[in-house]
């Protein structure tokens, strides 16, 4: 098989079952010959992949609305929808990195359906601000372990691209990507993955420095946070 990326063609030397399933699953194979190539892959290097049928791959405009994944019953559904689950828990959260210190740290807290708050922080030495988001919303879901329906708001992309599709790849992967390394964050990742296990979990963007008000403390809490003396 010969893959083109200029002209994002294929030629397969031969049909066989594994032809057949990269034409099926075209667009999976090409995101993960692209991420492969970007890794800088070599000359006879094994590319990693896997393939999982009919995924919903997210969208830029999904991102405006609320994006459901639901792992309860051992299955895995994911849905976007224009209005958010009524009488949930949600979770609000935010991270925060301070290039001239090297300190870092994440805030948010959780609001019950009856409007109870309750503020969680960290603070950090080292770290980055992708890393510090996965992390405010991991500490949030620790803390509703209990929780089967779940919201969480954030305005980092990157989570949650990661728990509404990457994630669902790296598990089948043993948590490489497609070029062979370890994925980034990988523990962090695998943790989160856990506490998502078994719930419905409804994702909600919210664009940073918007001007709205829950996401604004978080940023508040986080930048804190981030200048305070780390601890961890």
């Known amino acids: 098989m010969d893959y083109f990326p200029a002209e994002r063609a294929i030629v397969f030397s031969e049909e066989n079952s594994l032809a ?6 075209y ?8 991420s492969a190539i970007k890794g800088n892959i070599r000359t006879g290097q094994t590319i990693h992949c896997i393939f999982i049928e009919d995924f919903p791959f997210l969208k830029d405009a999904d991102f405006l609305e609320f994006i459901r ?3 309860r019953n051992d299955e895995l559904k994911i849905t976007t929808h224009n209005s958010g689950m ?6 609000y959260a935010d991270g925060s990195t301070v290039e001239t210190t090297g300190l870092s740290g994440f805030g948010g807290f959780i609001q019950t359906p009856t409007g109870e708050r309750k503020t969680f922080t960290a603070s950090f030495n080292g770290g980055s601000n992708n890393l ?4 405010a919303v991991t500490e949030g879901l620790k803390q509703l372990k209990s929780e089967n329906e779940i919201q969480v708001n954030t305005d980092s992309r990157f989570v949650i691209r990661g728990l509404v599709q990457w994630v669902h790849f790296w598990r089948h992967n043993n948590w490489q990507t497609a070029y062979g390394s370890k994925v980034k964050f990988a523990r962090q990742w695998q943790l989160i993955d856990e506490l998502c296990q078994n719930k419905l979990i ?4 919210i664009k940073g420095h918007s001007g709205h008000e829950e996401q604004s403390l978080c940023h508040d ?7 305070s003396p780390a601890c961890r």
């Open 221 to 227: 809490l986080a930048k804190h946070s981030a200048t």
């Open 20 to 25: 057949e399933k990269i034409r099926n699953n």
């Open 69 to 71: 994944v639901d792992q």
């Open 27 to 34: 667009f999976q194979f090409e995101k993960v010959m692209r």
């Open 202 to 205: 409804e994702f909600r963007w």
């Open 132 to 135: 510090m988001e996965l992390l």
């Open 86 to 91: 009524a009488g949930i828990t949600q979770i």
